[in-house]
């Protein structure tokens, strides 16, 4: 009698078929992806097609950088120029949401592509000032009267071969505080360091690399005249990545990242007279960040 159900369902589609094809198939186990570290126990589900955000707060250093400025009546370069970030006092202003934007932040948006893989887009808003006074080379030349209408450079005018020179407020004023802003898309590889045994809690490496545009509000004001610049497209930049990630649940993690990049900045604004007065510099930066996010 059991074998009544399969003659019948042969004898109406014209063929044998196995009792494996009638019977349930168990769910397939989902393919998880291999981490370099020995771990004992793994997870049992996959991220793959999984979305994920976080938002986050950065310090940030920044290497030695020449700038270079032009325009009518000056030329000149100012060597290996030492810079600081700019963060916020920690204070209520970070949890108003009317004023979110102030501190440096970093936010991010991204998808699985595969279960250790996924690609993002995000924004790192880091601020770079630059330290007033300092003594730099300069190289290059500077005229009794610059751009136009003529701004009057006193004691600064002069021809400079790598000459050094103290850089007071009065003679220039460089700043990206609004900020020194990076839009990039990125590529993540993520690694099982340590898995819970409820395999809802675990501690992941993550490696990645990023490309994207230099997007800087710049305030700067050269020998008296400028102002707080307009955003623009001033570069580009390029950066690689490494941090841990600790899910405190299946979607709830912290991660805290260190990431180093180089950026070219060919377009600063610097007087606000973007079509004849400008300033371009190379950048490198180490940036750490913190931040909380969900995945779902």
Known sequence: MKRLPILLITLFFGRKISAQEIMPQPAPVAKIGKSIFANEIKRNFSRKGNWFFHWGYNFSWYDESDIHFKGPGYDFTLKDVKAHDRPKRLSLEYLDPTLITTPQFNFRFGYFIKDNYSISIGWDHMKYVMDIPQTVNVEGYINSTISNPAIPTGAYAGTYNNTPLQVKDNMLTFEHT?????????????????????????????????????????????FGVGKNNFWNIAGYGISAKAGIKFYITKGFYVQNTTKVGFTDLSRIHTTGRNDIDRASQTIRYAENLTVLGYQF
């Not at 802003?181 to 690694?191: K, P, Q, V, W």
């Not at 545009?213 to 305030?219: L, Q, T």
């Open 178 to 222: 609004d900020g020194f802003n990076y839009i990039s898309t990125e590529i993540e590889r993520y690694d099982d360091l340590w898995v819970a045994p409820s395999r809802e809690t675990s501690l992941t490496f993550e490696t990645g690399l990023g490309v994207g545009m230099m997007i800087p509000r710049s305030d700067v004001h050269l």
